[in-house]
């Protein structure tokens, strides 16, 4: 059966265990496929282009996702950030399950832009926004920090850390989504707190959270 046309069972059933949608976030999730799929049609959004592979590749990351943030000591109401988020993966299906705090899918090309517009302007999610242009011109205009940070597929992950590293807030967690373990990096100021593996789509993937190093405590000389 499509994954446009599956009932609720049905769809829980492929879902990890433990999360769970309603009829009210079954449709909407079928509401974002529809517009990924015919978007596809005109601009490159995601590699798999059909409603049952982009579930199956893409949007199932973002349930084990919200299950790892629930275990992270994250602020009570955080301020959370999807760098290039593109198609809206993984924030869009994201907040159907997990709705703490404020969300914000950052995106620089106009097109995609435009997307998230229109799906955000449908599905009406609690808390979720867009804003189109670069992360960096965001956070310096709003003059913000960031107590969640999320990135998929956006910059090589060592060359993203230095910009990382001065929009966290003081415990703000960036969190990595990879289909690679974590490689000790030469990381000045961000250190891995925790690291979850996966399979999806015959392949394991990777969470990893980092978060500011704890500065040194002065010694006496």
Known sequence: MSILKADLPSLNALLPRGVQLDEQSLAKLKIYLTFLTKWNKAINLTGPKDADRIFNELILDSFYLAQFLQTLPLAENPKCYDLGAGAGLP??????????????????????ALFLAQVLANLKLLNTFYYQGSFQDYFKSKNKSADLIVSRAFWPWPKLASHIEPILAPKGIWIVLTKNPYAEASLAKLELIASQSYQLANSTRFFWALKAKDPKPNSDN
């Open 91 to 112: 924030g869009i299906p994201l907040r159907l399950v997990w709705s703490m705090g404020s969300y914000t899918l950052i995106e620089i090309k106009t097109k995609r």
